[in-house]
């Protein structure tokens, strides 16, 4: 049976009733009336489907695989849990590299002023601001 496009078979009854705490009866009741409440379809869509849009629209066609563990953005971009974990790592390094630019960035500038006039070196520092 496809619910929303969640193929429920009968013999997912028992584990459907486990996951949501219902009797196995009332899952049977929902499959057979072809109505499961809400956040049943939405819990059914992110444990078949890995729709993270299920659990709020902001992550509308992200997906979580379920076998792989690995997060799908919706451009088909995946990272798995160790590539989430060291963003925040390359983030660090990104900013650390950065001011180590400006760092030699200011080292250049003031190299290149050396030796100019007064008035040349206001001209190069208006054009670097």
């Known amino acids: 049976m496809v619910i929303d ?3 429920i078979s009968p013999s997912m009854v028992d584990q ?3 996951i949501t705490g219902n009797h196995r009866k009332t ?3 929902w499959m057979r ?3 499961f ?3 049943i379809r939405r819990l059914l869509d992110l444990l078949h489907n890995g729709n993270l849009g299920a659990i709020n629209p902001a992550w509308d066609g992200w997906a979580l695989h379920a076998d792989t563990g690995e997060l799908r953005a919706p451009e ?3 990272w798995r849990a160790g590539d989430v974990r060291a963003m ?3 983030y660090h390094e990104i900013s650390a590299l950065k001011l180590k630019i400006r760092q030699l960035q200011a080292i250049v500038d003031a190299t290149q002023l ?3 006039t007064p008035a040349v070196q206001t001209i190069r520092r208006s054009r670097t601001a």
Do not use: K, M
Request: charge should be neutral.
């Open 27 to 29: 899952v049977l009741r």
């Open 88 to 90: 925040q790592l390359r």
């Open 16 to 18: 459907v009733a486990e």
């Open 33 to 35: 009336n072809r109505e």
């Open 114 to 116: 050396a030796g100019t």
């Open 5 to 7: 496009g969640i193929w």
């Open 76 to 78: 088909d971009t995946t």
């Open 37 to 39: 409440p809400t956040a």
